[in-house]
């Protein structure tokens, strides 16, 4: 090959090689794509108008927090969060939820978390597991949500046919409140 030839070629390479280096951008990390997922999350939840683009670009940086490995309780809290506030994802907010429970198998909220997402997909008996670990692991805890999940859990029981048991659940329920509680039978019409 000729040196003219040569030189046109170089010449064209390192063109490619500078036009590639200024157009790619350098991989992020977790942590980052974590701490970008935090601020759109949170210019989210402070506004009263709901801005579909914040809560995507929380969504698509939490995500990418995960997949880089990052593993922080509030990535998973928050991206279930984005999904239900953004656009009511209970099978993404549900699937989030797994991997969080892997991860905090001892987390009632998310338990909590995650059989509402059941109940709304109606998938009730996994709704009525899910509540029912909430209940036994926050046990000790003075939280609204175990007290919704007792709630809860009774209605799942009564869906299922335990009404037995769904009568206890609510029974229970209604002591840790100060506010007459909807019977089942009412309660239980938004899921027919």
């Known amino acids: 090959m000729p040196k003219n030839k040569l030189k046109i070629l170089a ?54 927090a995960i997949d880089k490995g ?43 978390d995650r059989g509402n997402c059941e109940k709304e997909l109606k998938n009730y008996k996994k709704a009525f597991l899910d509540y029912d670990k909430c209940v036994k692991l926050g046990e000790t805890k003075n939280e609204d949500y175990i007290k919704d999940a007792i709630y809860r859990r009774g209605a799942m029981r009564y869906l299922l046919g335990d009404f037995a048991n769904a009568a206890k659940d609510l029974k229970l329920a209604q002591s840790k409140t100060d506010h007459e509680l909807r019977t089942y039978d009412d309660y239980c019409q938004l899921f027919k």
């Open 11 to 64: 010449s064209i390479l390192i063109v490619i090689a500078v036009v590639f280096i200024y157009n790619s951008t350098p991989p992020l990390s977790g942590q980052t794509y974590f701490e970008r997922g935090e601020k759109s999350f949170k210019i989210g939840i402070s506004t009263d108008v709901v801005d579909d683009s914040i809560f995507e670009d929380a969504i698509d940086n939490y995500e990418k």
């Open 70 to 112: 990052i593993t922080k309780r509030a990535v998973f809290s928050n991206l279930v969060t984005s999904y239900l506030f953004f656009n009511r994802d209970d099978r993404n907010a549900k699937r989030t939820l797994n991997k969080a429970i892997e991860i905090y198998p001892n987390d009632a909220e998310f338990y909590f």
